[in-house]
């Protein structure tokens, strides 16, 4: 990636689920008709979306603090730490319970959580769980009350061009709410995190945002927004949303193991190249099977292009990645493959990751 611009994590931004709002019409005061608004969705959906203050600790990370010569003459305490305030945004998924969504990168390293809604009340928060691999935390609200929850979307479904709409605190302003499009998906390669698909958007995402919602035009949840790429900080019109279809998995598991257990079926993958795959460029490509694995006990073999999982169509080899790497241990996995040019369906038990099966090799070659 082009060093001149930054890739910005976006800020420390964000019940009776919402249903899918029609599009409103205001009346033309000129000219005596109407005009197509938002308005309508927008008064649906931001309830559910939240203000978090964290505060908490950061260890100073200055060399000079550990030579116990220079702590010794200035008395520098063996960890000087400091005191960190910040802002960023949630987004409520579960009115009853109080959970809300936000990312890692919000609450990471936090001692206390303060959520503050549309209406103006506030309530403590604790954390549930962490996932710095997908940037992805799992907060609940302390005595949840009278609370708007926001119902999922597929962000599987998104096409490039879907209107969408951000929705979070940028710059600690307050609830904000911005509009555009799908600009891209499955963007991959930032190097922020160890599992990427970010949904790219040109709705405008600033920091602050970081932990919002992006919502669809049925006023459902398709994204948590996470970061952009700014020469100066400020949006420039590419920002990044994690889709929801992830941080729901990562949910799951955080809510019910309070972590993230990593699964592995015990193949390495290649992306397509259309230039040597017969112009494919849609799937993945098993580069390797391991011996005594799920993979190869499932009948899977080197060469197979996997084009689908439960159903679902993958696009690249990060996409199976993610897919497989968040799948519970244990789970059949229903996958769809082509071999000498004719479809297959081979289902696979999820098998634990191990250190070195977890790890990305160099190259083109993902271990999953």
Sequence with gaps: MNRLFAIVLAGLVGAA?????ALGQITNLRGGGTAPTLAPLVREVTPAVVNIAVH????????????PLFREFFDVPKQLEKEINATGSGVIVDAQKGYVLTNNHVVDQVATVQIKTKDGRQFSAKVVGRDPGTDIAVLRIQSPAALKAIAFGDSDALE???FVLAIGNPFGLGQTVTSGLVSALGR???????????????????????????????????????????????????????????ARRVMDQIVENGR?????????????????????????RIAEVSPGSPAELAGLRKGDIVLKVDDRPIHSAAQLRNRIGLARIGEQVRLTVERSGAPQIVTVAVGPATEASSSQSNGSVQRR
């Design 17 to 21: 689920t919402i249903a899918a709002p």
């Design 56 to 67: 908490g600790k950061i260890r100073q990370d200055n060399p000079l603090y550990r030579d």
């Design 160 to 162: 490039v061009g879907d």
């Design 188 to 246: 991959t390669g930032l190097g922020k995190h160890g599992y990427e698909d970010f949904i790219q958007t040109d709705a405008a995402i600033n920091p602050g945002n970081s932990g919002g919602a992006l919502v669809n035009l049925k006023g459902e949840l398709v994204g948590i927004n996470s970061a952009i790429i700014s020469p100066a900080g400020g949006n420039v019109g590419i920002g990044f949303a994690i889709p929801v279809s992830m």
């Design 260 to 284: 993230v257990e990593r699964g592995r079926i015990g193949i390495s993958l290649r992306e397509l190249n259309p230039a040597t795959d017969g112009g494919r460029s849609e799937g993945a």
